[in-house]
């Protein structure tokens, strides 16, 4: 990782900034080196809305090489919607191009006067006016930019309606309805009056031993072709987690009410597939192609992409809308928009929560009835929320506001203000100290133990191992922790987390790829040094361990469905992760020595 661009909209400053070696080796690059950069950046008087928050594009060091699905791109900010650190990551061939063209990331500060777009080509970087942009939505935003650059290759990010009202859900779209989605980095994108990004590049990325950087790719690629999880995703995508999930409990029904809900199957990757797939798409230089391109009749669109599970369960299972159909117009609406689906979906379903148990009214919704498995509510509230009308304005600031506002805080599925993601913590225990710790707010991505315990997930090589999905012990609890670390190895490899070789033979691509001579140990070191980075963030933004929580609705049991009867222990599943990050049990603050072992000293002296 060598530089980054530093784009000042206020001002109109351009410049190279070159990143010191040794800060790019200890946090490696992806939300790890934005976290770095930001923790001088931000503090608790910075406006997640105003000029003073800096957004970051950054890629990893194996983006745009020849790794396999390796082309990831993280964007992260002060989070408009939670109020701290805020990270999402997209895949396509966003990070590729980045690169490409010249740069590592991208760091945008400043507010443009007028809504304006940027190209990045070869190195070449122009501000443009947006005012023709403002108003389209995410699709014809990336096609009207490529036919003006006469660049049809050119890869572009955007907002649509979403971003440039400002809600605090918005998300960034590429690569037709590839989204960073989570945390509203949307939104801070429209706060700057910024439409959209565009990349093209022919340059390549950089490969310190490109022999023993291509054996190893080899090794991989054919370890690949042997990994049952990867033939399964290549064959039903995500939604082939759908039938799992559901016998296992893990899809939330009903807003987290449920746990039985036999019309789930109607949302499975297996009918997807038979009645509304068009064709299986990838990321860039990915051999898994879990990506899928649908197509609703009824709706009268042709190429959707997707949805994902999350997107099934966000606007299927949790409103308890049955009809796969009406959930991939959702998450089309969705992705025009620049919408968030893990979040708008799970702030409608509080709304129908809170109308069902009659703390919400017809006359507060402006005359609306919000009810459980009302399509065609559903697809208005989106319509609504994207473009902060009427009722929409209300739901626009997401689930953690809109219980607030009727008083109600622990109705909202959040932790750190964050929805919860699609998978149920009373299915897998290892997930309660996940969402609880994880310092985006709730997050599957900081931490997949359900795949590991459904056998799928990181190899056992770092003492991650398989292990029983109901069990609250502490050992689980520092097996979550030990997960957290690896994947914020992944979220600063910007390496897709679906592609899981072993951890030996990432580590060697990594040392081919940089000259680096990273150990495992040292590597894990390095997940956990970024992960309590996050941590020490956090806090200087005002959290405290009374946000290591999980609303007191999930820690009841449900009465039937595969979870029936179970309910995660905090207190022994917390007391492991914070032993194994290393931070105080009475506290939850990272210990003086951790912080020392760590390098990260210098958080303690603002
Ligand atoms: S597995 Fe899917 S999300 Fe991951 S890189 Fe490949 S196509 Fe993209």
Not at 41 to 48: F, G, K, V
Not at 531 to 546: D, E, P
Request: contains cysteine; charged residues 20%.
């Amino acid at each position: 990782m060598r530089n980054y661009l530093h784009v000042d909209l206020t001002t109109g400053l351009i410049e190279e900034k070159i990143i010191d070696p040794a800060l790019a080796r200890d946090f490696i690059g992806g939300s790890g080196l934005t976290a770095r950069l930001l923790y001088d950046l931000i503090d608790q008087n910075t406006d997640p809305l105003g000029p003073d928050n800096p957004l970051l594009f950054m890629t990893g060091p194996l983006v745009g090489t020849s790794m396999p699905s390796a082309g990831r791109c993280t964007i992260s900010a002060l989070s408009p919607l939670t109020g701290f650190w805020g990270e999402s990551n997209t895949g396509g061939f966003i990070g590729p191009e980045l690169r490409f063209a010249g740069y590592d990331g991208m760091l945008i500060t400043g507010r443009s006067e007028k809504p304006c777009w940027i190209s990045v080509i070869n190195g070449e970087v122009k501000l443009h006016d947006a005012n023709k942009l403002w108003g389209q939505d995410t699709y014809q935003t990336q096609e009207t930019i490529r036919k003006i650059l006469a660049e049809p290759k050119a890869r572009i990010a955007c907002i649509g309606a979403a971003g440039e009202q400002l809600v605090k859900m918005a998300a960034v779209i590429n690569d037709h309805g590839r989204a960073a989605g989570r945390t509203g980095m949307g939104a801070v994108m429209g706060s700057k009056n910024l439409k959209a990004i565009a990349f093209r590049g022919s340059g390549k990325a950089p490969l310190n031993d490109p022999e023993a950087f291509k054996e190893t790719v080899t090794a991989i690629l054919e370890s690949l072709k042997e990994d049952i999880s990867v033939q399964a995703m290549r064959m039903a995508g995500t939604a082939g987690y759908v039938d799992m999930a559901l016998m296992f409990g893990d899809m939330p029904t009903r807003y987290y009410q449920q746990g039985e809900w036999e019309e789930g199957s109607n949302l499975s990757g297996v009918l997807m597939a038979e009645k509304h797939l068009t064709r299986n798409t990838a990321c860039y230089r990915c051999p898994i192609v879990c990506g899928r391109e649908t197509q609703t009749v009824k709706y009268k669109v042709d190429a959707v992409d997707g949805p994902e599970y999350e997107t099934i369960a966000s606007f299927g299972s949790l409103l308890m809308i049955d009809d796969l159909e009406s959930v991939i117009y959702a998450g089309h609406l969705c992705n025009i928009h620049g919408l968030d689906t893990i979040s708008t979906g799970s702030t409608i379903a509080l709304a129908c929560e809170l109308f069902d148990k009659g703390i919400l009214t017809k006359e507060q919704t402006g005359g609306l009835d919000i009810k459980y498995g009302d399509v065609e509510m559903a697809h208005r509230l989106i319509e609504l929320t994207a473009h902060r009308e009427g009722f929409g304005d209300l739901l626009a600031e997401g689930s953690a506001a809109l219980a607030a506002r009727f008083d109600v805080p622990e109705m909202s599925a959040t932790v750190r203000n964050l929805e919860i993601p699609m998978h149920d913590s009373r299915a897998f225990s290892g997930m309660a100290p996940i969402y609880a710790l994880s310092p985006r707010g709730a997050c599957h991505m900081q931490g997949d133990i359900y795949l590991v315990d459904t056998g799928q997930g990181p190899p056992g090589e770092l003492g991650i191992h398989p292990g029983d999905r109901f069990d609250n012990s502490e050992d689980k609890g520092r097996t979550a922790a030990r997960v957290q670390a690896w994947r914020s190895i992944y979220n600063a490899l910007t390496v897709c987390q679906f592609m899981n070789p072993g951890a030996s033979q990432l580590l060697a691509g990594l040392n081919a790829a940089t000259g680096w001579d990273y150990s495992l140990e040292e590597l894990m070191k390095a997940g956990k040094r970024i992960f309590t980075l996050k941590r020490m963030l956090n806090i200087k933004l005002g959290s405290t361990q009374a946000d290591d929580r999980l609303p007191d609705f999930m820690l009841t049991s449900l009465k039937d469905g595969g979870s029936l009867g179970f309910v995660p222990e905090l207190e022994p599943l917390l007391a492991g992760a914070y032993k194994e990050h290393g931070w105080d049990p009475d506290t939850g603050i990272p210990k003086q020595e951790t912080l020392a072992e760590f390098g990260l000293e210098f958080t303690t002296k603002q």
